[in-house]
């Protein structure tokens, strides 16, 4: 008798769970914040917003974005190491997530460890840009000021880490001169003193540059990557240019807390691939001189391998540069 209530208490104990687990709604069952450690209107805000609606239209719930901005996205990050590893927060990240580790000596969150990958979204072209009233006309007449005037014109960037502090630091690396470095606390910032002229010079993502540049707000000189953008079929690359040494690639990722369980970083990677998917997607980016990662690069370890990649690619630089934040 004994022997068979026991039998009979596992049975309805067994019942019971599978009960509760069939009875638990599907995955999110209620908004998404997704993180962005810039402030409105700049690049990835940009890239952030425009994926954010297409993949809370696969997922059946809104992804909020949440603006956290300051010294170069860590204070957005640290919000982010801080969060639940539910599926409900997730960050927008870039180059800064590749260069952190090295830049900064103390944080209050480990910039690796606190996060994994789940998809890489875009990689982005870089524009050297100008206000309008500077007086030159072409990427030589720039780079013959920039060497006779050094540190009195003033490059501003997004903060240390940042994608476009890292573009300035190579292009004054491969000026061979130095100039004054301004930071914002967002790329939107800077853009905004370009037009309006109180800042010289800009290093900075088409995305964020590309309406400005067509509208004639600021100028151009050259994009940073091997082959010309489609949509700024004008501007030539640094290479054509007669900067060679000026090459690199903005992008943007999208990532989980690391202990966020497995099935949820595979459906918010599903919810990513549809977004990268979408036609209105694809053409937003192009039109910004970027397009959508292919499917292949865009699992967690495509993206994964990317960034460990990133890491190493930027470490020996950085520490070349003796470029450090506390």
């Known amino acids: 008798m004994l022997r068979f209530a026991q039998k009979l208490l596992l049975i309805l104990a067994a019942a ?10 599907t995955y999110p069952t209620r908004p998404v914040t997704m993180i962005i450690g810039f402030a409105p209107g700049g690049p990835s805000d940009i890239v952030g917003r425009l994926i954010a609606g297409a993949m809370g239209a696969d997922l059946g719930q809104p ?6 901005a300051g010294a170069g996205g860590t204070i957005g990050h640290a919000r982010f190491a801080q969060a639940r590893p539910d599926g409900y927060t997730i960050m927008l ?7 952190v580790p090295t830049l900064f000596r103390r944080l209050s969150f480990d910039p690796i460890g606190s996060m994994q990958p789940i998809g890489l979204i875009n990689e982005v072209p870089m524009t050297i840009v100008t206000r309008r009233t500077l007086p030159v006309t072409s990427l030589a007449e720039f780079v013959a000021l920039a060497r006779r005037e050094g540190d009195r014109l003033n490059l501003g960037n997004a903060g240390i880490g940042s994608t476009s502090h890292l573009c300035g ?3 004054m690396s491969a000026l061979g001169t130095s100039m004054t470095q301004v930071p914002y606390r967002g790329s939107a910032l800077v853009l905004n003193d370009l037009v309006s002229g109180t800042l010289d010079v800009g290093c900075d993502q088409s995305t964020n540059t590309a309406e400005q540049i067509r509208a004639g707000s600021i100028r151009a000189f050259a994009v940073t990557t091997p082959s010309r953008v489609a949509s700024l079929a004008d501007l030539p690359t640094t290479t054509e240019a007669g900067l060679p040494a000026m090459r690199m690639s903005g992008w943007n990722m999208l990532f989980a807390p690391a202990a966020t369980p497995a099935a949820l970083v595979e459906r918010l990677n599903r919810a990513l691939l549809a977004a990268l998917r979408d036609e209105t997607v694809g053409r937003r980016l192009a039109d910004l001189g970027s397009a959508p990662t292919a499917a292949d ?5 495509a993206a994964r391998a990317y960034w460990m990649g990133e890491i190493a690619r930027w470490r020996p630089l950085i520490l070349a540069g003796g470029q450090f934040a506390d």
């Open 93 to 99: 990240g870039g180059v800064g997530q590749a260069t």
């Open 63 to 68: 992804v909020v974005v949440e603006n956290v």
């Open 297 to 301: 690069q865009a699992s967690p370890e």
């Open 16 to 25: 019971t769970s599978s009960a509760a687990a069939l009875a638990q709604p």
């Open 169 to 171: 630091m190579l292009l």
